[in-house]
């Protein structure tokens, strides 16, 4: 099954939705009992996810985590970086410039679940316009190298065009073909 879930505050912390990603899950696997579990989320809904990743997925409580999408979340809050580093460095060293959001996922105590599969997915609008036309690109993929580090199996893609703009990321055909391809190998 697929299951939604929206948040009803969205304008709350980091910490907040990922404690409701948990007593979500925990409900479903108590009442449910549903043991694995696949995660996506887009924009702030990534960013949940990644800060559950790194709280709660190795609670008992929990189902167990299979595979991760995280589409267009802003890691590094709105920071771009791109004037400072290449992507390619960013990529290995992570953001040169790191704002609180990215300290507080990446850097407070995390404890990510290693070789867990995720794939990070970002929206680049043209060649000129790093960037979603929300999120920039720098910040989208700010998450790779910390998570690497922690021995998480992160790929990502970049989509690119008018179909790659923020909120027509999670409803763009090729998105959707490769969050399958992921999760289901289809």
């Known amino acids: 099954p697929l299951i939604q879930v929206l948040f009803e505050n ?8 990922a404690t409701w990603i948990a007593a979500c899950l925990a409900y479903l696997k108590q009442e449910y009992n549903i043991n694995e579990v696949n995660l996506v989320g887009h924009s702030q809904g990534g960013v949940a996810v990644v800060k559950y990743l790194g709280e709660y997925s190795e609670d008992a409580q929990q189902p167990k985590l299979t595979k991760a999408v995280v ?14 580093q290449s992507l390619d ?4 060293q992570g953001p040169t410039v790191k704002n609180s959001r990215y ?5 407070v105590g995390s404890q990510f679940p290693v070789d867990l599969p995720l794939l990070v997915i970002a929206g680049q609008l043209s060649v000129e316009d790093l960037s979603d036309g929300t999120v920039p690109l720098t910040s989208a993929l700010a998450g790779i190298a910390p998570l690497r580090q922690a021995k998480v199996a992160v790929s990502y893609q970049v989509f690119t065009g008018k179909n790659a703009q923020h909120s027509l990321l999670h409803e763009n055909t090729a998105v959707d073909q490769a969050v399958t391809n992921f999760l289901w190998g289809k």
């Open 103 to 107: 300290t507080e996922i990446f850097e």
């Open 10 to 17: 969205n304008q709350t912390t980091d910490e907040n939705y």
């Open 89 to 92: 460095d960013e990529i290995q």
């Open 71 to 84: 589409i267009a979340a802003p890691f590094n809050d709105f920071t771009d970086t791109a004037a400072n």
